[in-house]
């Protein structure tokens, strides 16, 4: 295992971290909990030493199963890692919640925590108000319930930047991967201002996971899609950590095998990826841009994520990968309480709402004859 220094925290951190957000599960959809152990035990002991979990991750099983994963010696181990979303402006609430977390994972004191899926205007509205969330965190943390505030975010590239120059946080953890670099400049600036740049979905959550026939004409060497993609994220020097989440050992020791590579993506490798993504970026915004101006569907049908994953098919090859995900929608993750595009019965609705002005029914319909093999249902 290669490691990183994590920001100017002063200690090193596993170029390849432990997600816990797609733990083993059994047939009922809950986790395998010795599966989930067995997988977490490996991964500290290949050398992984950075594990992130979240109180609703897998059924809000999460938290719980790596504490019991963290026994035996393994706490020691790791830096460990949860979050705090906010509910409310309470920062007695806030700090329920932190307890609650301690509690499942069994343990006195966290290594990070964040403030988790926070945008600009939620920081400066809701979170550093007089005697709100923030003021509760730096509460518990001089009571040594953590030792490291971070944030996470999903929000528009430039709340990274803005956040950032708060000074309130020293780590953070962003979106990044080959299909998805909006978040690049300001991981670069936020490690230039010292911070410790966390990673996820560096395979895109699943989208990299399968083969593609495009991007396996990139003349990069790589096993698989996955590991392509995981080596451009490690290939990022502003990247203290890439954490995946790992639902077998197999997925494990590919990832790991990977962030055991002493070697990087070339500068000429990178240019070829770049200057072919760029293009494909360019014909995937012909397509669904995901703005989600079409929600709520009438019928519940998760219409950004159908066209996103028939997108993924079209452009990036990426066939396996989207049909996987598709078929998980109304089933679990994300989007198991919303419908696939079986559910559409052409009203129209969506149509007068996009800005693109697609024929979206007719989208959705291609989508589901191209990643639900023609099921009707």
Not at 248 to 258: G, I, M, S, Y
Not at 301 to 325: C, F, H, P
Request: aromatic share 8%; proline share 4%; with cysteine.
């Amino acid at each position: 295992m290669q490691y990183r220094d994590f920001g100017n925290l002063g200690y090193k951190v596993s170029a390849l971290g432990y997600g816990a957000m797609r733990l083993p599960e059994d047939d009922s959809g809950d986790v395998d909990r010795d599966a989930a152990v067995a997988v977490i035990r490996e991964a500290i002991d290949s050398g992984i030493n950075y594990v992130d979990t979240a109180p609703t991750y897998n059924r809000d099983q999460s938290e719980g199963v790596v504490g019991e994963a963290l026994a035996d010696g393994y706490r020691e181990r790791v830096w460990l890692s949860t979050k705090n979303q906010r509910v409310n402006d309470d920062p007695d609430d806030w700090r329920r919640r932190l307890e609650a977390s301690l509690r499942k994972l069994r343990v006195d004191y966290l290594d990070v925590y964040h403030m988790w899926g926070i945008s600009w205007q939620q920081f400066e509205e809701h979170l550093a108000i007089k005697d709100g969330p923030l003021t509760a965190a730096r509460r518990a943390q001089k009571d040594g319930l953590f030792r490291h505030l971070f944030f996470s975010l999903h929000a528009p590239p430039e709340d990274l930047f803005k956040i950032t120059d708060t000074g309130e946080f020293v780590g953070c953890t962003v979106q990044y991967n080959l299909i998805d670099r909006r978040n690049e400049a300001g991981i670069a600036y936020a490690a230039a201002k010292g911070l410790a740049v966390v990673i996820m979905g560096p395979v895109g959550g699943g989208r990299l996971a399968g083969p593609s026939s495009v991007i396996g004409d990139l003349d990069v060497p790589a096993a698989s899609t996955a590991e392509l993609a995981l080596r451009f994220v490690l290939a990022n020097p502003n990247v203290s950590c890439a954490i995946s989440g790992m639902s077998n050992l197999a997925q494990l020791r590919e990832n790991v095998a990977t962030a055991s590579r002493t070697e990087r993506l070339s500068a000429a490798e990178l240019a070829r990826i770049n200057k072919n993504f760029d293009e494909y970026e360019k014909l995937a915004e012909l397509y669904c841009t995901s703005c989600d101006y079409c929600a709520p569907c009438p019928e519940n049908v998760a219409i950004s994520r159908v066209l996103t994953l028939y997108g993924l098919a079209r452009v990036y090859g990426l066939e396996e990968a989207a049909k996987k995900l598709y078929y998980d929608i109304g089933r679990t993750g994300f989007y198991a309480n919303m419908n696939d595009a079986a559910a559409c019965n052409a009203c129209g609705d969506c149509v007068e709402k996009c800005p693109q002005r697609l024929d979206v029914p007719a989208e959705l319909g291609e989508a589901h004859a191209a990643l639900g093999d023609g099921r009707k249902g």
